[in-house]
């Protein structure tokens, strides 16, 4: 496998994705494809964007005829799909360009990785189509055990008895999760009528450096930083299960290049948290950090409304990579906060660049703006 299109490369989890490839495997060419939407973002990628392994497109994955152009030129061998629209408070407000790019756009690029590697005379051999996805697919497990409990699978508590598995049947509630349960049957249905070797790997919430502040835990990073409110949803009862987007990049890897045709794998942190003790810790760990007493800006939490269909609890049994392929997370949270705090403040530049929007004019300029 040579020539690697990643669609959403600068991005939160696909310019990891884009980094660890570019860096670990000298002798591909890393395409990154992405639209440089408000969440895409170069500067993400700039320790690496001078590899000669690395290339990157500005172009929109629903725009059939240029992605099969693409495919052509560069001689795509394989895809890491990770292009989307991705947070739900957005769906919420705006669910068509939900529905265009994630299924449209996922067709479209379906469509040119088919029309492409049947016109070669090697047809699908050494090709694969790899779509991530996530984990809100499944819908929302209920929490059992409002306190808390351990299993036998986690020493962490977790607070239900059942969890996400690869066989669990779909059953989105937002729109953000409507929208890539259906570009997940797209994916498979490629593979089950014209033999396109997929895979789809369904992953918990991500956390770490690059991502775009407007997910929970880089917002309120920020917002402890400035002694902004905190909103936190409803009662901050709701359960995420996180992973550290670096172990998320290592499973992306081991399955590209190890992972079974046609095959789900589930990715998870065994990490299950209630939103209100992951705040605790954020505010714990920047106050720690910025010298401040612990605990002192408890006071910035301030209750919401809730968010619309807002889903309880999830957590994802992960242990058919563990047990398949021998991955397993290696960070511990407190150890992943740490460094995710760490990173944020220490990126002051980033995040005022980020925040104010102008990373977006200076694309723009460079790169004209074709939306
Ligand atoms: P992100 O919003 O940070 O990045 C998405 C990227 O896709 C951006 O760079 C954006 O410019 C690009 N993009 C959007 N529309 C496009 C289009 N039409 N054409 C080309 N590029 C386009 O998202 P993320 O958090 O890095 O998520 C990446 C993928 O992983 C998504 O498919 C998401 O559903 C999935 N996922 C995310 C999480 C998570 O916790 N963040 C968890 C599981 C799965
Ligand atoms: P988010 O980071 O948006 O990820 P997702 O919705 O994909 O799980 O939100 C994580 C959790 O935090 C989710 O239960 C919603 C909650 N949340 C808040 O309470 N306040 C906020 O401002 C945000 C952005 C999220």
Redesign the pocket.
């Known amino acids: 496998m040579k020539n690697i299109l990643v669609?959403?490369?600068?991005?939160?989890?696909?310019s990891h994705v884009v980094r660890l490839f570019v860096s670990k495997y000298p002798d591909y060419k890393v395409v990154n494809?992405?639209?440089?939407?408000y969440?895409?973002n170069l500067a993400n990628l700039s320790d690496i964007e001078d590899r000669p392994n690395y290339k990157f497109i500005k172009?929109?994955?629903?725009d059939y005829e240029r992605i099969l152009e693409i495919f052509k030129t560069e001689h795509i061998d394989g895809v890491i799909h990770?292009?989307?629209?991705?947070?739900v408070d957005r769906s919420i407000k705006d669910p068509f360009t939900f529905a265009r790019?994630n299924v449209m756009?996922t067709l479209s690029l379906l469509q040119a990785a088919k029309v492409y590697w049947e016109s070669l005379p090697s047809g699908y051999k050494e090709k694969k189509f790899y779509h991530?996805?996530?984990?809100e697919v499944y819908g929302a497990l209920a929490m059992t055990d409002p306190q808390g409990h351990k299993s036998d699978i986690s020493s962490h508590e977790v607070y239900g008895d059942d969890f996400f598995r690869e066989d669990t049947k779909y059953d989105p509630h937002s729109p953000y999760s409507a929208a890539?349960a259906s570009s997940d049957h797209f994916v498979r249905a490629y593979h089950d009528t014209y033999g396109m070797p997929t895979v789809v790997t369904n992953?918990?919430?991500?956390y770490g450096p690059y991502?775009?502040p407007e997910?929970l835990i880089p917002l309120f990073i920020n917002n402890i930083r400035y002694r902004k409110p905190l909103p936190v949803y409803g009662r901050g009862e709701n359960v995420r299960d996180w992973l550290y987007v670096e172990d998320h990049a290592r499973a992306i890897d081991l399955i590209f290049h190890r992972g079974k045709e046609a095959e789900t794998y589930n990715i998870g942190g065994f990490n299950e948290w209630k939103n209100i003790d992951v705040v605790k810790i954020l505010i714990k760990t920047v106050d720690r950090v910025l010298g401040r007493k612990e605990f002192e800006d408890l006071d910035l939490i301030t209750y919401v409304t809730d968010r619309q269909g807002h889903d309880l609890r999830y957590a994802i049994d992960s242990s058919k990579l563990k047990r398949e392929l021998g991955w397993k997370p290696s960070l511990q949270f407190e150890e992943g906060i740490e460094k995710t705090v760490r990173w944020y403040l220490d990126n002051e530049a980033w995040m005022n660049n980020v925040t104010s929007g102008d990373y977006q004019r200076y694309y723009e300029e460079m790169y004209g703006d074709d939306k």
């Not at 991530?132 to 984990?135: G, Y």
């Not at 992953?203 to 991500?206: A, G, L, P, T």
Request: proline residues 0%.
């Open positions: 669609t959403g490369g600068a991005g939160f989890i696909g494809l992405d639209k440089l939407t969440a895409g172009a929109d994955i629903c990770l292009a989307a629209e991705s947070h790019t756009g991530i996805s996530t984990d890539k992953c918990s919430n991500n991502q775009f997910k």
